[in-house]
């Protein structure tokens, strides 16, 4: 999967933020997370050996995927997470450079924005869409004024603090918003397998619901 034949519609559009996966467990959790209907599975840089992760998830599960790297912050790392075949980058920040690199290598590539200044700017540099972060901090009020001056087709993913609730969610699906990235309600270290499964259920039935 490509940037070209990106489809957020074809999609669960949720991006798994899994902040402390393992090599070890890295491919048993992204089948979980696939089997209860996850396509978007990002590994944040910040995590133990994060880029062995990335590329044993590539190899075992190849492209039907959008497997990549969350945290990537500078070219140096944007260099590596794409050596290891990943087709996703989303940062926290907007860094030109970083995603005008991403693009061009073919990743579906999410920068985070919380300004219009990032955001157009994001945009202009060629990103599939915008990562709304810290949503908790712009708030339902900011995602509503910045969306209504953003392109409509825009892509906006709302991340941070997200719960698995339809209460959480559809505020701002109805604001515009096209799905979330769910980080540690989602997953975090220590979690059995069978918690695991049961957030991603929780959380896909709760955007189901919300979405209507």
Do not use: W
Request: aromatic share 6%; charged share 15%; net charge negative.
């Amino acid at each position: 999967m490509t940037m070209c034949s990106f489809d957020l519609a074809a999609e669960l559009p949720l991006v798994a933020i899994l902040r402390g996966l393992e090599p070890s467990n890295c491919v048993r959790i992204t089948q979980i997370l696939i089997e209860e209907g996850f396509t978007m599975i990002e590994v944040p840089l910040n995590s133990p050996d994060a880029l062995t992760s990335i590329e044993i998830l590539v190899k075992h599960f190849g492209s039907d995927y959008l497997i990549g790297a969350g945290t990537v912050t500078s070219l140096d790392k944007a260099r590596a997470v794409i050596e290891t075949g990943a087709n996703l980058i989303v940062t926290p920040n907007f860094n030109q450079e970083v995603v005008e690199l991403s693009v061009a290598a073919n990743c579906v590539t999410f920068p985070g924005v919380a300004t219009p200044t990032e955001a157009f700017a994001a945009l202009a540099a060629g990103a599939t869409g915008l990562k709304l972060f810290p949503i908790q901090s712009l708030g339902l009020v900011g995602f509503k004024a910045l969306k209504s001056v953003l392109p409509k087709e825009t892509i906006c993913l709302p991340v941070g603090g997200i719960g698995p609730t339809e209460e959480s969610m559809k505020p701002y699906l109805d604001a515009g918003a096209n799905g979330f990235g769910l980080g540690a309600a989602l997953f975090k270290p220590g979690l059995t397998d069978d918690e695991v499964r049961a957030n991603a259920k929780q959380f896909k039935q709760a955007f189901e619901s919300a979405k209507g």
